[in-house]
Every structure is written in structure tokens, then in C-alpha cells.
């Protein structure tokens, strides 16, 4: 997370044999086209959701969803995660606060 957007970075892997992994890429979203992000956790995984406004968003993140795209979270981080998700949620609202005060 930095100033006003998400900088990801990230290996594509085979999805069958899961042996071909890339060289890491890196991709930022700028909060404004966000609508937001959720956190789910479950009994053995947990994921971030990410809700893009529009499908041009995620154009460079793998995945299939048109709007949003979901990412898995090791139990280890489940912590992090669900702070990520708090923060950029916050920093969404507010956005959205000092666009109705413009």
C-alpha cells in the first residue's frame, strides 16, 4: 500500500502442473479505481477481494473476473490481510468524503 494506490508484485504459475513460475511482475491501482475490498476468512484459507469499478482496472493482474479479482492469504497473514483491507477501505471512504465536499 502506498500514497493513493496499490502496488502489487506477483509470479504467474502454471495452472495445471504448477511447475512454469515467471520472473515477478509488479502492477499498481490507484485507489480511485476502487470501490473497495473485502476480507474473508475462512476455516482453512482466507482471501482478499478486490472490487474494481470498472473491468480495465485489473487488465494487468492475472485472473478471470471481469470487476474484481481475488487473492488467497496464507494463515500467516491473515492479520495483515484483514488490516490492508481496513486501511484501504478507510482511505476509499474518505476519498469519497472529499469528493462530496468539492
Given amino acids: ?15 495445471v502442473l504448477e511447475a512454469y513460475k ?33 473491468a480495465a482496472t485489473f487488465r494487468n493482474l492475472p485472473g478471470n473476473e471481469l470487476t474484481t479479482r481475488t487473492l488467497k492469504v496464507k494463515k500467516k497473514d491473515r492479520e495483515v490481510a484483514a488490516n490492508i483491507s ?6 476509499l471512504s474518505e476519498m469519497k468524503l472529499r469528493e462530496l465536499d468539492e
Fill in 86 to 91: 481496513s486501511r484501504v477501505n478507510l482511505e
Fill in 22 to 54: 515467471s520472473d515477478i511482475m509488479t502492477d499498481e491501482i490507484a485507489f480511485s479505481e476502487l470501490d473497495m475490498m473485502e476480507y474473508k476468512k475462512g476455516f482453512f484459507s482466507s482471501k482478499l477481494i478486490l472490487h474494481g469499478k470498472k
Fill in 1 to 15: 500500500m502506498e500514497k493513493d494506490k496499490l502496488a502489487f508484485e506477483f509470479q504467474k504459475k502454471d495452472a
